[in-house]
């Protein structure tokens, strides 16, 4: 089967172009508006420790999904011709840990930093992965028929509950 071009986005490139934009907003992006005061003291020692912790823990996350995809990772919400199902490890507690533990860490950095907008950033990354992951979800559908059975036990991106 001949691939069309990249540009084209037949495979889901341009999520992959709109996903590095937003992680490069989140860790570059402006941190303050005019007039929006960011949070100060106590509140910026409670963040830290919470981003810390949620920084740590989202990495952990991501890095299990990695470890535990292996040769079937691709960027793309399509996924390779040669892929097989995984069920194990990180993808037992949810479908997309990937996304799971970058979103957390997106939202732990928010934390570090003390910044509303950067919390805003975090939300439209959240909303990005979800709708990323369901393009992705409707192909490994498509490619897997024991997908419907992992979507039944499984969370997409937020143990016991979504």
């Known amino acids: 089967m001949e691939r069309k071009p990249w540009w084209t986005g037949a495979r889901g490139e341009w999520y992959v172009v709109a996903q590095g934009f937003l992680f490069l907003l989140v860790g570059f992006g402006p941190r303050a508006l005019p007039g929006v005061p960011q949070w100060g003291e106590p509140w910026s020692r409670l963040s830290l420790a919470l981003g810390l912790a949620l920084g740590a ?12 995809l292996g040769t079937n990772l691709t960027a793309l919400p ?18 997309h840990p990937i996304y799971s533990g970058l979103i957390l860490a ?4 928010a934390l570090i930093v003390s910044s509303w907008l950067t919390l805003l950033y975090a ?6 992965f979800d709708v990323k992951s369901r393009r992705e979800e409707r192909a490994l559908s498509q490619k897997f028929a024991a997908y419907a059975d992992y979507q039944r036990r499984v969370r997409k991106l937020i143990p016991f509950i979504y």
Do not use: N, Q
């Open 106 to 109: 997106a939202f732990g950095w």
């Open 57 to 68: 823990l989202g990495g952990l996350l991501a890095l299990a999904g990695l470890f535990h």
């Open 78 to 95: 399509h996924p390779k011709d040669d892929a097989t199902l995984v069920e194990g490890g990180a993808y037992a507690v949810v479908r």
């Open 123 to 128: 939300v439209i990354l959240l909303i990005f």
